[in-house]
Structure formats: structure tokens, C-alpha cells
């Protein structure tokens, strides 16, 4: 069945409009008419069984019907990773929405070498992958701003999940040993943490390093395989 | 310090000629001359530092000089990989690699929308993610053949972590109640195994269903996760 990611508020006989390029893949690429059914959410009402209600010229208008999943939210988990190649960030955005992050924040470090970020367009990866993946919400995804400033900024109670190059607990037993809870997750530019960024880094106390095994990992597969085991070791993957 | 792949055997002072295009990438983008270092591996005989011996007018020629770390394998890990796309059969490639995988098996299953494979283009995706990532062999990879001849020919004493979208144990409980040996992570296609693929996995004695949480993830994802916690759990992570 089709889910679509909507804004409109979700009611029995709401009224719907999806974007245009949702509009045409629904009745162009799905060939769905007058009447066919699908999914849809916003991030706030839960999922609903929707049908088209009309064909218009340009886009279509679905109406709710009943809703099928109350909302729910996943883990409250945040990505924090540096600007890599633009690729490698969709890639980051598009795992980030399966592996349940509820944000991610790009961020600028000593050795970021910053690629053009279009916004929209990590939007857009983040909405299509909610809405494979079967989650009810879509994560936000934040403009680049420095690491200093994240750090500066910390949440109180929210733990710092960060991957350590230079030797750190197995990434399993750290997390365990710390327990659910809000978190984020860490990762850094494919040249690695400046020593100063490294030392501030380990100084952190709401900070704890893991090792990620002995073979070094770009920084897209770092940031699954970190999300992969915080979910299976303090998330919702053992409910 | 450049990483390289080749395939002569190396002894101190062992002449070495990498292909065309690692000569190419060695001096027109890295602008290697006489005398410059990198270090170079085969597989079977740890690595070595070497030296640019000759720059010639097609190619190079490189020296062995001295062992810089003995040859070892990583744990025993084959990926069994449904047919996808051909840009998440790269992906699953490069990150089979960089995750310490040892051999790719390409699988084709009942729901295979089987895609143009090429291998030599998949082996050179290995071999780059090999050099990249530090380890010190390359994993293999086979031509595709069907899931059920790779299950007849089954290897004694290898187990076989299975992930099952309609439920299993939570992947690390499941793994370390296993514990460490040869193992093997089958990942399906994007429409899921079939009714009778499924109960014949099921009732496979060295097989384990593990579930990868309540996310349904693309085929790429499901990969690198798998390799992930599998690595966490019972590869060489920890050690």
C-alpha cells in the first residue's frame, strides 16, 4: 500500500492536498484514480486510510477516511555529523529516517570540508524514506552550524554517543551500560576530530566513546552502523 | 600514506606493477615520483612499504621494501545477498568490505528483479573499500546463482543469521547465545522471501532469525546493519 508524508491536519472526511510531484507520482507513476485507497501522515495525527477524491488538473485531493496507526514517536535520537560529500549526506539523511533518528544536525568541524547542503532536497530524502520505512513521523533535518555551537548549546540529559578513532568501549557494553534515554549520536569528517575537538570530545561529562571495531569506516557507514547498535542496544529494536 | 591493492606476491625488494589505473591515480592525482612511499598488500602477505621504483611512460613499477604488518584475516563472515538494484548491490559491496565481510555471495531468489550485474566492476569496488579501510585482504565476490543451490550446498558447521521481517529474536541476544565461528547473514530482496523460502529458512537447523526492529529497511540498509551487530556481537569488535 502507498504511505504518503503530508502537512494537512488528519480528521474522518479531512480534505487533502498532496504536493504536485506527489500528486503526479500517485496518478501518473501508480496510476491511482477516483476512489483507489492509500496511507498517509503528518507527524502528529497518526496514519490514515485515505482515497483519491478527485483528479484535477493539476494534482489531486485525497480524503481521510479512518485512521489505520495511532501516532507514536520513536527513540528520542539525534544524529550530529559533520558536512561530508553531498552523496554521503543524502545517504547519512535517507538511513537516519530508517534507522528511527528523530533529527539530524549537520554540523561544521576543524576538518569539514563543506559540500553545497540543499535543504529541500535532504527534505525531501528524509519524507520518501519515512514513508518506506513505515514510521509515523519524518525527521528534521537542521542547516550546518558549528560543532562549538552544539556543545555550547547541550541539552541537560541528553547523552553524547561518540565514535572514537583513537580506542574506545565497544560500542554494545558502553551503550548498555548507560542505558535508554535521550541521546545523539556523533560523527565526524571523513579526516577525523582536530586533537582540540578530540580532547573536548572526551572531556564531556554526558560524553561516552565507543569503538566502532578495527577497520576504519567512511563516514556514512559510521553513522549507520552507530544508529544500527544504539538501536538494538538502548532503543526499540528489543521491545 | 596511499594504500594499494595488488596482486604479485611481495618479498623485500619483489618488483611490483599495479594496473594502469592505480598507476595513473599514483601519478597524475596523487603526483607520485622515484622514491615516494605507500604501502602495498596482496592478501596473503601482509603489508608492505614500498617505493616508486620507475615511472614509465605507460605504468609504474613499485618495490617491496620491508613487512609493515603480518598477514591476517578477519572473522569468518560471508554476506549471502539478494540481486537489488545495481546502485545497492555497490553499496552493499563497499560496505561488505569496509564491515569485514570475506566473501559476497550474489543470490537470486524467487523475488529477484534481477539486475545487470558486473563483476569486475563489483571486485574493483571491493578492492578500493579494502585499501580505504586498512584490512589487509579483499573479499571475494561470486556471480549470482540461486538461493536454493547455495542452501544444498550448505557448508558443514557454518551458521546462518536470517533476517526475518515477520519477527525473531532481537539480533544481539540471538547472536551471542550463538557465539563466535563461521558464519553467514542472508539478506532478501526488496519484496521479502517467498511463503516457501521463508519456512524453508525457518526450519533450517544452523539457522537464526533475528529481527532488525520495527523499521522496514531497504535492502542496502538491512546489509550494513546486519554486518554491524553481527560484528558487534560475535566478530571482532570486541576483542
Redesign the interface.
Known amino acids: 500500500m502507498i504511505r504518503l508524508y503530508v502537512t494537512s491536519d488528519l480528521s474522518p472526511g479531512a480534505a487533502v492536498a498532496p504536493t504536485l510531484d506527489q500528486s503526479r507520482y500517485l496518478t501518473q507513476v501508480m496510476r491511482l484514480g477516483v476512489g483507489d485507497a492509500l496511507l498517509i501522515f503528518n507527524g502528529r495525527d497518526g496514519e490514515w486510510r485515505a482515497e483519491v477524491a478527485e483528479v484535477l488538473k493539476k494534482g489531486v485531493i485525497l480524503k481521510a477516511v479512518e485512521q489505520t496507526r495511532p501516532q507514536v514517536f520513536?527513540p528520542d535520537l539525534e544524529l550530529i555529523v559533520a558536512v561530508v560529500k553531498k552523496a554521503r549526506v543524502e545517504?547519512i539523511v535517507e538511513?537516519a529516517a530508517?534507522?528511527?533518528a528523530k533529527r539530524v544536525r549537520l554540523v561544521v568541524t576543524r576538518r569539514t570540508n563543506t559540500d553545497r547542503i540543499r535543504l529541500d532536497r535532504l527534505d525531501a530524502i528524509a519524507e520518501e524514506a519515512a514513508e518506506?520505512?513505515?514510521?509515523l513521523d519524518v525527521p528534521v533535518i537542521d542547516d550546518p552550524v558549528k560543532l562549538e555551537a552544539v556543545l555550547d548549546g547541550w541539552e541537560d540529559g541528553r547523552r553524547l554517543m561518540f565514535c572514537d578513532e583513537t580506542g574506545g568501549a565497544?560500542?554494545?557494553?558502553a551503550l548498555t551500560a548507560e542505558g535508554p534515554g535521550p541521546w545523539a549520536i556523533l560523527i565526524g569528517p571523513e579526516g577525523g576530530f582536530s586533537p582540540e575537538e578530540g580532547e573536548r570530545l572526551r572531556g564531556l561529562p554526558y560524553a561516552t566513546a565507543v569503538?566502532?571495531?578495527?577497520?576504519?569506516?567512511?563516514a556514512d557507514?559510521a553513522a549507520?552502523?552507530a544508529m544500527?547498535?544504539w538501536?538494538?542496544?538502548v532503543?526499540?529494536?528489543?521491545?
Open positions: 520513536g545517504t538511513k530508517e534507522l528511527g518506506q520505512t513505515g514510521r565497544p560500542a554494545i557494553g569503538s566502532l571495531g578495527p577497520r576504519i569506516l567512511r557507514t549507520i552502523t544500527s547498535l538501536q538494538a542496544a532503543g526499540d529494536w528489543e521491545r
